[in-house]
């Protein structure tokens, strides 16, 4: 059962421009959608998150928004750089429950191209 | 602070051998995941725990794997038994936030079945 749902699975994007990574949910009860960043030899890291009270986030050139109607959140990078490019794992948890159950989506790979 | 450290980096096996693969979490953290991270997809849940007990082990193939922290803080998961299928990445995550469960990740065991 995917829960998560991740698109693209890869994309590349010149240097500068903006990359956008969507990810979708089935379960209504979630609310709280980590987004994490991991580098090839590395563990996932968390790069930003948002609570389902809020529609957007915003820290540095990274800001995620939320649509819960929709089930859909997104991942913005501007100005995208060399250095971003990672795989990016969207997640989603109920945090009420004190279990804190990650599901996580396969992926997107990133690749920014100078 | 140190991070979470993971042991072995690296195993290779013939299916039907046994790995163990040892995680200490960062200090502080009472909570403490093991996660299996197949190549190109997410990381899956295999257990966690709280503290010494386990707090959800269902996704666990409990025929084959096994789990332990008996003092609270280190782990180890153990896989009996080898199957090419068990080839993946194992991801152990630590956590101390009550209000959303932060996970920090360490850098994985990377384990072939040949």
């Known amino acids: 059962q995917q829960q998560v749902r991740q698109s693209p699975q890869s994309l590349t994007v010149w240097e500068g421009g903006t990359t956008v990574l969507t990810c979708s949910y089935e379960?209504?009860?979630?609310?709280?959608f980590p987004w994490y960043q991991q580098f090839p030899g590395e563990g996932p890291a968390l790069l930003i998150s948002?609570?389902?009270?809020?529609d957007k986030k915003e820290d540095g050139r990274f800001t995620t928004f939320f649509n819960k109607r929709e089930k859909k959140l997104s991942l913005h990078i501007i100005d995208s750089q060399p250095g971003d490019s990672a795989t990016y794992f969207c997640?989603?948890?109920?945090?009420?429950?004190?279990?804190?159950?990650?599901?996580f989506g396969a992926g997107t790979r990133l690749k920014v191209i100078a | 602070e140190a991070g979470v450290t993971q042991s072995p980096r690296y195993a290779v096996l013939q299916e039907g051998q046994a790995v163990s693969f040892w995680c200490d979490p960062i200090?502080?953290?009472?909570?403490l995941y093991w996660y299996q991270q197949p190549r190109d997809q997410g990381p899956q849940l295999l257990v966690y725990?709280?503290?010494?007990?386990?707090?959800?082990n269902s996704q666990l193939p409990s025929d084959r794997f096994s789990a332990v922290r008996p003092k609270g803080t280190n782990s180890t998961l153990k896989i009996q038994s080898a199957k090419q299928g068990d080839t993946a990445t194992y991801l152990c995550?630590?956590?101390?936030?009550?209000?959303?469960?932060?996970?920090?990740f360490g850098e994985g065991s990377k384990l072939t079945v040949l």
């Open positions: 725990f709280r503290d010494e007990a386990v707090i959800d």
């Open positions: 200090s502080g953290h009472d909570t």
């Open positions: 995550a630590s956590s101390r936030d009550r209000n959303t469960g932060q996970l920090y």
């Open positions: 948002i609570l389902s009270v809020s």
């Open positions: 997640a989603a948890s109920n945090v009420n429950t004190g279990n804190y159950k990650y599901v």
């Open positions: 379960d209504s009860t979630f609310n709280y």
